[in-house]
C-alpha cells in the first residue's frame, strides 16, 4: 500500500479542481481575489471562528452548508474582512456569492450552486463589490488546473509566502489526492479562530463524513498553534470533496481511517507553515506537554505556555527561563504537582520532578537558540499528551501590528 506522497498543486493537486488568484485592486499591491471550484459540484463541511461577532462570510457559509448538499466552490478575498459592516457588508457578501455562483454554472454548464465566502483583512470597511464582480469575471477567465497557488496568494495578507501543499495515498487500490491552502500571520489562535483555510480532494464523501473528519483533523492541527493569543472574526476551514476519484471514504471503515491520516498530515504541515510565516517571527516552538491526568489538562498546559507574553519573549531572546514554563503550567488550570514536574529544552534536562538541574539553564542555551525549539514538560500524573507550535514575540510583530491600518 502507498505510504503519503507529497506533491504539488495544492487545492488543485487533486484531479478535477479548477482555482484562479488575480488582482482585482482591494489590496495596495498583489492578488487578492481567489476562485476555486469544481464542475462536478462538491460535498462541502466547515470550521469556523469561534469568535461571537464574526464577519459576514463566516455568517453566511455557515447559512450555505447548514441548507445546502452540494456547493460549486469558494470565493475568497484579501484586504477586507468584511466585518462590523451591516446591513451593506451583509449584501456585498451575498452579491459575491452569487456572482461567483452564477459564473460557475455558466463556465461549467451546470446547475446553480452556491459558492462559499471568505473574506479576510481590515475591520470595518464595506468591501468594494464593484472590484469585486470584476475580479470575479477574471478570475472566471483564468480558472485552471494549475491555479493552485495563485489562489494560495491571493488570500495572503500579512504573510509573507504561500502555504500550498498536497499529499497523495492509495485507499482500497486507487490514488486519492488531498490538497490544501492557508494564510495567517497574526490574529492567530486556537479553538478555530486561527486563518483562513481551503482544503480539496477527489475522495467521495458526504457531508457529514467530511465534518466528522475534518473535526479531529483541525483540532490537532489548526487549533495546535498560537502566534499572538488573539481570536479572529473571519476565519474558517473548509473541506470541498469532488469524487472525481470513485473511491467512497467512510469514518470508521478503512477508507477512513486511511483518508483520516492524510487529512492529519496536511493540516499539520500547513499549520506548522502559519507558525513559521509569523508576523514578525525569528524562531517557533513546539511544546509537547506529557504525563497530564487527562488530555484536556495537557491541552491547558500546552495553550498556557504557548500564549504566555513571557515565554514568547524569553524564546525570542533565547533565554532558557524555565521559571516561565512553570509559571505558565501553573495558572493553566491543569492539575500539576510541582514534585512530579519536569522540563527538558531540546535534550537538556532543566528540572527533574521538582528539582532544578545545576548546570540546565548553561547547557540549554544551545538549543534555546535554535530556528526550531522544542520544550518537553512531564507533569508526571497520567497519561494524558498534548502539543502546540507558536512562535516568539519580536520587535517587528509589533511594529507590523501598530502599522497595520496606516
Known amino acids: 500500500m502507498m505510504d503519503l506522497e507529497w506533491v504539488g498543486g495544492g487545492v488543485t493537486a487533486p484531479p478535477g479542481f479548477l482555482a484562479a488568484g488575480v488582482r482585482c485592486g482591494l489590496k495596495s499591491k498583489g492578488r487578492d481575489l481567489g476562485l476555486l471550484g469544481s464542475p462536478r459540484g462538491c460535498a462541502a463541511a466547515g470550521l469556523f471562528t469561534t469568535n461571537t461577532m464574526p464577519g459576514w462570510p463566516v455568517v453566511l457559509s455557515r ?27 451583509l449584501a456585498a457578501a451575498k452579491e459575491m456569492s452569487s456572482a461567483a455562483a452564477t459564473l460557475f454554472a455558466d463556465l461549467w454548464g451546470s446547475d446553480e450552486r452556491p459558492a462559499l465566502v471568505a473574506q479576510t483583512g481590515i475591520i470595518g470597511e464595506v468591501p468594494a463589490i464593484d472590484r469585486i464582480r470584476s475580479g470575479i469575471a477574471d478570475a472566471g477567465l483564468s480558472l485552471s488546473e494549475d491555479g493552485g497557488p495563485d489562489f494560495a496568494e491571493a488570500i495572503m495578507t500579512t504573510d509573507t509566502v504561500p502555504k500550498s501543499r498536497a499529499v497523495r495515498l492509495e485507499i482500497g487500490g486507487s490514488v486519492v489526492t488531498v490538497g490544501g491552502a492557508a494564510k495567517g500571520a497574526g490574529m492567530i489562535a486556537p479553538n478555530m479562530a486561527t486563518m483562513l483555510a481551503f482544503l480539496t ?206
Open 63 to 89: 447559512e450555505i452548508l447548514a441548507e445546502c448538499d452540494k456547493v460549486a466552490g469558494v470565493v475568497a478575498n484579501s484586504g477586507v474582512s468584511n466585518v462590523a459592516t451591516g446591513a451593506a457588508g
Open 201 to 406: 480532494t477527489d475522495a467521495a464523501l458526504t457531508p457529514d463524513a467530511a465534518r466528522a473528519l475534518l473535526v479531529p483533523a483541525v483540532n490537532e492541527s489548526f487549533n495546535r498553534i498560537s502566534i499572538d493569543g488573539d481570536m479572529s472574526t473571519s476565519d474558517m476551514c473548509l473541506l470541498l470533496a469532488n469524487g472525481e476519484s470513485a473511491v467512497a471514504v467512510e469514518p470508521g471503515a478503512e477508507s477512513g481511517r486511511r483518508f483520516a491520516q492524510a487529512l492529519a498530515a496536511l493540516c499539520e504541515a500547513l499549520a506548522v507553515d502559519l507558525v513559521r510565516d509569523a508576523e514578525g517571527v525569528t524562531r517557533i516552538c513546539r511544546v509537547d506537554v506529557l504525563g497530564a491526568a487527562s488530555d484536556d489538562d495537557a491541552v491547558r498546559a500546552a495553550r498556557a505556555v504557548a500564549e504566555s507574553p513571557l515565554v514568547k519573549s524569553a524564546l525570542f531572546g533565547s533565554d532558557p527561563n524555565w521559571g516561565r514554563l512553570w509559571m505558565a503550567v501553573g495558572k493553566s488550570g491543569a492539575r500539576a504537582d510541582a514534585s512530579r514536574l519536569s522540563i527538558r529544552i531540546g535534550d537538556v534536562s532543566v528540572l527533574e520532578t521538582g528539582t532544578p538541574k545545576p548546570e540546565g539553564k548553561r547547557l540549554a542555551a544551545g538549543p534555546m537558540g535554535e530556528p526550531e525549539v522544542r520544550i518537553t514538560i512531564d507533569l508526571g500524573l497520567g497519561d494524558g499528551r498534548a502539543h502546540f507550535w507558536f512562535s516568539d514575540l519580536t520587535y517587528e510583530y509589533v511594529k507590523i501590528n501598530a502599522e497595520y491600518h496606516t
